[in-house]
């Protein structure tokens, strides 16, 4: 006799979840059809993700909305809550589904640095999400993943508390590293 794993679609994650078959605060995320439980914030993490949410929504005006750590339904197999994701669109737009696209998603790391690194990363790239930042606290530094290729992303810069970035999507708008980082 096998080992049997049970590859759940967005479809099914969504009926068990409106079926009440999770704890009500019950952190979950489906990431590649596996139901995973996300990791408790640290105040650091906490701090970095308003920083983020702050600094993105300034970037970005009319016709961009910045999400924070809301589900992001990318594929059948994945629904993702990433610590920010900018869509396209305004907040109307998602009353009744959840975003499939995004134009940047950023998650902050401490203890889920390799996972946001290999299976994240590898999730965002298939699914087309052209710009994937991590903010590293383990580091303090920006990691921005850009030009999505198959499971992976062509172009990978590693920035320092010195350094800035401009969104693709957003090339106007200058961001400080360290003015993210908590």
């Known amino acids: 006799m096998g080992v049997w794993v ?20 019950a952190r979950l995320q489906l990431i590649q059809g596996e139901i995973v439980e996300m990791a408790p914030q640290s105040a650091g993490h906490a701090t ?5 949410h ?28 990433p610590d920010i994701a900018v869509v396209e669109g305004s907040l109307e737009d998602f009353r009744l589904r959840h975003p499939t696209r995004a134009v940047l998603v950023v998650e902050v ?8 690194r290999e299976r994240k ?24 993943y850009r030009g999505p290729r198959a499971s992976t992303y062509d172009v990978v810069h590693r920035l320092g508390p010195d350094d800035h970035v401009s969104p693709l999507a957003a090339p106007g708008r200058q961001l400080r590293v360290a003015g993210l980082l908590p």
């Open 54 to 81: 702050k600094a993105l929504e300034a970037g970005f005006g009319a016709g961009y909305t910045v999400r924070l750590q809301l589900p992001l339904a990318l594929t059948d197999e994945s629904e993702p809550e």
């Open 6 to 25: 049970k590859q759940w679609t967005r479809e099914e994650y969504d009926r068990l979840a409106a079926a009440g078959a999770f704890h009500p605060m």
């Open 109 to 116: 790391a401490d203890s889920t640095l390799s996972f946001d």
């Open 121 to 144: 990363q590898a999730m965002y790239a298939a699914a087309g999400v052209p710009e994937y930042w991590i903010l590293n606290l383990v580091e303090g530094v920006l990691e921005v």
């Open 48 to 52: 970095a993700v308003q920083r983020l």
